[in-house]
């Protein structure tokens, strides 16, 4: 029997014959195609030919085809249809692709060949694509060490090796404090609790093996608790536990780690010759240096305080109406707020409902980018690896785009979230590749099934990144699609949610399940004024666990973290009633791992812009207008990381992003 992972497939369009791949077959495929790899580079490394782009940067692009192809269906699978093998499987391959990675970015005559032509890169005659990988190539070799040597290579590999340690402990650390803490509730406790909260807490006491209900750390519960329980004391000692999550003395306290933890960043940083490690790590990044981040944080942070400080006089005198004569506390704020969010947007979830369908919703998202980009959608009838999966052919003028896979309903064996991901990316280096994009959801089975109004969000945000990755129009697979910087990345599909918000698209889509009937005018207003409540203290608590990030990371490494976490709050004068979104001790976003160190601001930034790029709509009457749209599909969902982001941007809007139109869509352009 052959290897069905490892033959040429002859079916329509090249999607993965999933019913003939066994998952036996992934483990000697996985082997295979990291041979292919590793032959590829050796080739290209031991060339006696001198290094040219075709030899050196066009082939190493193409070495690990067999690679993407096993990899493409492998993770797609792993994470939206997971079964204990495929769980083992997932085990086994992490440590066999780091360790192929650091193959590549240590050998040393590959890197000779990439840095004799980045030397040379103007001599070269080379087009603006052909200079940017390479310019990205190089950049990639040089910032994992591949220039270091001698003793400070070393020393760069022991920094990288403690750092995934102490990033691994950090997490266990602080899952063993969510598990550890829970707080018993008698019956009487859940007076004034909605029921989903109740249920909620008799599963967890059940989980728990406790008698009664609990509330836990979850932040699926433990919020809504916040919210609901009218108990200031029990309010007050979850609330309590919950900030004190990676901070509670003995083996599992995290403040120790997270200096560990930032020094080691600083140390690798300075032994690649960047300042800081923030100025190491941005410059990847469209923001591209700290200051630019700071200005922008700072930028949305005083309109941000100055919304905080009004709503907390409202919700301070509504504490004193209760007959408590005491300052507003974090335990407080989310109670009074939903007190107050019920008396000002009477929005009733039951009655929104009916109005959003999935099926209508998806053909809200394709109509959306029909009118926008010509793009047009037919089911298709093909096998797919999961009964719940869709498939649509993705067409313009009758020449075929991609595929589309949407596989929309929660089961047991999906990872939790929404996501997209690319199970074959566009290419043009090797032969015209064209995608299969994939949207993986987790919406609740129905008939009809019908979505709450985020997940429709949901649905159409995951649809904007499938649109950066189906128009994609490039060479290079390194540049394809999605593949650009991490504070860029959510433009296309924080952009792509304000075509929902629509009042066009909802009047067309959204209608009633039963009767048909187009959602009520009043009932529309309302859902899109409630989008800016309580804004103030949701930006209070994102912004000031930026700052903290950032500053952290911004110049040395501070010795004592809580003590440099708490003159960052001083200095821009934190609210006394609202708590950080991410403290310290429990900050894994900047922790236990890299991922976004020196990077929490980068929703922010993608906020920034996609309220900005919409604008552009928004300025020339018509959220529909074509020239914007096709600027929009040149610049940026066909140009995936063929440039800078920042060049893109420009392109496309004419100028940089600013502030306001963010401001104006959280509604912080109200205050002084
Ligand atoms: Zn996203």
């Not at 075929?400 to 997209?420: E, I, L, N, Q, T």
């Not at 959602?519 to 859902?527: F, K, T």
């Not at 969902?637 to 100028?655: I, N, P, V």
């Amino acid at each position: 029997m052959t290897n069905p992972l490892l033959e040429t497939w002859d079916t329509p369009f090249g999607l993965p014959p999933f019913a003939r791949i066994a998952d036996g077959d992934f483990a000697p495929a996985m082997a295979a195609a990291l041979d292919e790899g590793r032959a590829a580079v050796a080739a290209i490394a031991e060339n006696p030919a001198p290094p040219s782009f075709a030899n050196t940067i066009a082939a190493l692009e193409l070495a690990d085809q067999l690679l993407d192809r096993v990899a493409g269906v492998f993770y797609n699978l792993s994470g939206a249809d997971a079964n204990p093998a495929r769980d083992a499987l997932q085990r086994d391959f992490a440590p066999m692709l780091s360790a192929y990675a650091s193959e590549i970015t240590n050998n040393a005559a590959l890197f000779a060949r990439v840095d004799d032509l980045w030397q040379r890169r103007d001599e070269l005659g080379l087009g603006d694509e052909e200079m940017r990988v390479l310019t990205l190539t190089h950049r990639s070799f040089v910032r994992s060490g591949a220039a270091l040597e001698g003793a400070a290579r070393d020393r760069l590999t022991a920094v990288k090796s403690r750092l995934a340690v102490l990033g691994t402990q950090f997490t266990q650390n602080l899952l063993a404090d969510e598990r550890d803490w829970f707080m018993a509730l008698s019956e009487a406790d859940l007076a004034g609790l909605p029921e989903f909260v109740v249920a909620a807490a008799r599963e967890a006491g059940r989980e728990k093996g406790q008698a009664g209900p609990v509330v836990t750390l979850s932040r699926s519960l433990i919020v809504p608790f916040l919210q609901f329980s009218p108990r200031r004391d029990l309010r007050e000692r979850a609330y309590r536990a919950w900030a004190a999550r990676g901070a509670n003395g003995g083996e599992s306290d995290n403040r120790v780690l997270s200096a560990e933890i930032l020094a080691l960043r600083a140390e690798r940083a300075a032994l690649l010759g960047y300042e800081s490690f923030a100025a190491y790590k941005l410059e990847t990044e469209m923001a591209g240096n700290p200051a630019a981040v700071r200005d922008l944080l700072m930028a949305v942070w005083a309109p941000a305080r100055a919304q905080a400080e009004v709503d907390a006089e409202r919700l301070t005198a509504m504490l004193h109406a209760d007959g408590i004569n005491d300052a507003l506390a974090p335990w407080d704020w989310r109670y009074y707020s939903e007190k107050r969010r019920l008396a000002e947007h009477d929005l009733n979830e039951a009655e929104l409902k009916p109005y959003f369908q999935l099926d209508a919703m998806i053909e809200a998202g394709f109509d959306s980018a029909t009118r926008l980009f010509g793009l047009e959608f037919r089911p298709l009838d093909v096998d797919l690896y999961h009964p719940d999966a869709r498939a649509w052919e993705v067409t313009r003028g009758g020449r075929h785009v991609a595929v589309f896979v949407g596989d929309y309903f929660a089961r047991g064996s999906k990872r939790s979230g929404a996501w997209c991901s690319a199970m074959r990316s566009q290419k043009k280096l090797g032969g015209d590749v064209r995608p299969i994009v994939v949207n993986v959801c987790n919406f609740a089975k129905g008939d009809p099934c019908l979505l709450s109004y985020d997940d429709a969000r949901t649905l159409f945000h995951e649809f904007g990144h499938a649109l950066h990755q189906m128009l994609s129009d490039v060479t290079y697979g390194s540049i394809s699609g999605t593949s650009v910087a991490r504070d860029f990345v959510e433009l296309p599909s924080q952009l792509y949610e304000h075509w929902l918000e629509v009042p066009e698209v909802l009047d067309r889509h959204a209608r009633h399940a039963v009767t048909g009937a187009p959602i009520p005018v009043a009932l529309r207003d309302r859902l899109l004024a409630a989008r800016t409540y309580d804004m103030g203290f949701q930006t209070v608590e994102y912004v000031a666990s930026a700052l903290v990030d950032l500053d952290f990371h911004d110049g040395p490494a501070p010795a004592d973290p809580m003590a440099a976490e708490a003159a960052t709050l001083a200095r821009i004068g934190m609210p006394a009633a609202i708590g950080m979104r991410h403290a310290t001790p429990h900050f894994a976003h900047v922790f236990s791992g890299d991922g976004y160190s020196a990077g929490y601001y980068s929703y922010m930034w993608s906020e920034v812009m996609d309220a900005d790029a919409f604008a552009a709509f928004e300025e020339v009457g018509d959220p529909f207008d074509p020239e914007t749209a096709a600027r929009l599909e040149r610049f940026i969902l066909s140009a995936g990381g063929s440039q800078e982001a920042d060049q893109l941007y420009t392109a496309f809007r004419g100028r940089m992003p600013g502030v306001e139109a963010l401001l104006k869509g959280r509604g912080l352009d109200r205050v002084a």
